[in-house]
């Protein structure tokens, strides 16, 4: 069978999913049609309806559009069996139901941005970067009963630099999942659907990448500056770690300040100066690292914003005011009186 001839249907909604479905389209795959969450109510009032990055791409390339609101629903299962599909390939979407993945004659596989099975889950890059992680990479792997524990089909490693945010990686992902997509479907052309797959080891599964809320996103200032650094640069550009900037008066509110961009110092936070760690110094990703500064402690020092954490001072190099915009911390200092009267929580 020639690629012209193997009928896909492509299941997936962002923008991390459209990587994948342009390069099936612009290299002559035959997708048939796609698969997406439906609209999704944005403005004031939820009055305007967005369509997914996966729709705009199909719409624009004459594409067929599914947008089911329940996967099991019998008139979507009609829908999906008309087109006749060979194989499926899902790419950030949703669990699907047997009856879903398991109705083209190839199966279904799915392209997972981490290096299965570590990292299941919904947010994957996210957590990546805010584990400290120095090497990632994308899956492909049939689909089967329970989440991203199918059998492994391929896979390729992609470095994360120690200064990169979450959109480096995602960009490098979505292209490297784009290649590995196609490359998997090839394999699938080349064995007759029979591609060769290995189970997974559970025992190599380290880490969990469940979906990232609000409160997730919430900065800790007990934990050291490397951690805290992380963690920033792993919720950078969305959505975005917080924390409250709290007045030592407790009569005043605090606010909500968002931090996309820090820098490690290496100077401690023992003795309240910004001096440069003794040689013997070590960092610990523990809380019983004693210090003479409270946490959260602000200082300024030649027009820049260092912030106490348990063992260093972190500079804040990027911040957002609540209802400004994102701006240099150098900026956001020249209308901020006193840093020495708030504490950041």
């Not at 087109?83 to 950030?92: R, S, T």
């Not at 290995?198 to 490397?226: M, N, V, W």
């Not at 500064?293 to 200082?299: I, N």
């Amino acid at each position: 069978m020639e690629k012209k001839n193997l009928r896909i249907v492509f299941m997936g909604t962002p923008e991390f999913a459209v990587g994948s479905l342009q390069r099936l389209v612009e290299n002559g795959y035959n997708v048939v049609a796609v698969v997406t969450q439906p609209d999704k109510p944005v403005g004031r009032h939820a009055s305007v309806l967005r369509p997914s990055p996966v729709k705009e791409y199909a719409l624009a390339h004459g594409l067929p559009v599914l947008q089911p609101q329940k996967m099991k629903d019998e008139h979507f299962l009609e829908q999906l069996r008309s087109y006749n599909a060979d194989l499926q390939v899902v790419v950030a979407f949703r669990m699907l139901p047997e009856a879903v993945w398991a109705m083209p004659r190839f199966g279904t596989f799915n392209v997972h941005a981490a290096l299965l099975p570590d990292y299941r889950g919904a947010a994957p890059i996210n957590w990546a970067v805010i584990n400290g992680e120095t090497l990632t990479g994308v899956t492909t792997f049939f689909l089967d009963h329970d989440i991203d524990t199918g059998r492994i089909i391929a896979q390729r490693q992609f470095p994360i630099p120690d200064d990169a945010d979450v959109e480096y990686v995602y960009d490098g992902l979505m292209q490297l999942g784009a290649q590995l997509c196609t490359d998997t479907v090839d394999l699938v052309l080349s064995t007759d659907g029979n591609a060769p797959s290995q189970p997974q080891q559970d025992s190599e599964a380290h880490h969990a990448a469940p979906k990232i809320f609000k409160e997730t996103c919430a900065i800790d200032f007990s934990l050291t500056a490397k951690r805290i650094y992380d963690f920033v640069r792993g919720l950078s550009p969305a959505p975005g770690a917080w924390c409250l900037l709290t007045p030592c008066d407790a009569n005043a509110p605090a606010q909500v300040l968002k931090i996309y961009k820090t820098a490690k110092t290496g100077k401690s936070t023992a003795g309240g100066a910004l001096v440069s760690s003794a040689p013997d110094y070590k960092a610990a990703n523990t809380h019983d690292q004693p210090t003479s500064v409270e946490v959260g402690t602000l200082k300024v020092e030649n027009r820049r914003l260092f912030v106490a954490t348990v063992d260093e001072w972190l500079e804040i190099l990027e911040l957002q005011p609540a209802g400004k915009k994102r701006m240099a911390a150098r900026d956001y200092l020249n209308g901020f009186q006193h840093p020495e009267h708030f504490l950041l929580k």
